[in-house]
């Protein structure tokens, strides 16, 4: 052996530490990324919900079909109703231990006020029962 050469046979050996810098790069981004997104995922939508004494409930029976046009126009079974009749009428139903089902029928462009006012007029009376409607949409609408 000669003095100042090495000895460098076998395979090169594996480093003994781990280099943390590419993994503290990485986190950095990604924290730097999710600050940004963070407030981009928590919108809110501002609406002026209707005012109403409700509470949730549950009971089926024969179904009495209320009607509300475009125009606020109550039917009941396709003929023309006040709200006063309805509600006299569905108390009378009400009181006699055979509370109806209400399945309500309401115009897609009708305003949001006028369909929680009827909900609440018939829940009042004590139907404990109201089901909604609805046209099922066409196969791939948007």
Same mark, same amino acid.
């Given at each position: 052996? %000669?003095?100042?050469? !090495?000895?460098?046979?076998?395979? +090169?050996? +594996?480093?003994?530490?781990?280099?943390?810098? @590419?993994?503290?790069?990485?986190?950095?981004?990604? !924290?730097?990324?999710?600050?940004?997104?963070?407030?981009? =995922?928590?919108?809110?939508?501002?609406?002026?919900? @209707?005012?109403?004494?409700?509470? @949730?409930?549950?009971?089926?029976?024969? @179904? $009495?079909?209320? &009607? $509300?046009?475009?125009?606020?126009?109550?039917?009941?079974?396709?003929? *023309?109703?006040? &709200?006063?009749?309805?509600?006299?009428? =569905?108390?009378?139903?009400?009181?006699?231990?055979?509370? *109806?089902?209400?399945? !309500?029928? %309401?115009? /897609?462009? $009708?305003?949001?006020?006028?369909?929680?006012? =009827?909900?609440?007029?018939?829940?009042?009376? /004590?139907?404990?029962? =109201? &089901?909604?409607?609805?046209?099922?949409?066409?196969? /791939?609408? *948007?």
């Amino acid at each position: 052996m %000669a003095f100042g050469q !090495l000895d460098r046979g076998g395979a +090169p050996q +594996p480093m003994h530490e781990i280099n943390v810098t @590419p993994l503290v790069d990485v986190m950095l981004v990604l !924290l730097v990324v999710f600050i940004i997104a963070a407030p981009l =995922l928590t919108h809110k939508v501002k609406l002026n919900l @209707p005012k109403a004494t409700a509470q @949730p409930s549950s009971v089926i029976q024969k @179904p $009495l079909v209320l &009607s $509300l046009t475009k125009d606020a126009q109550l039917y009941l079974d396709g003929k *023309p109703i006040g &709200s006063a009749a309805l509600q006299t009428m =569905l108390q009378g139903l009400v009181a006699a231990n055979t509370p *109806p089902t209400v399945e !309500l029928r %309401a115009d /897609g462009d $009708l305003a949001y006020q006028h369909v929680v006012r =009827l909900m609440a007029l018939v829940q009042s009376t /004590g139907v404990t029962k =109201l &089901s909604f409607i609805t046209q099922p949409e066409a196969v /791939g609408a *948007p």
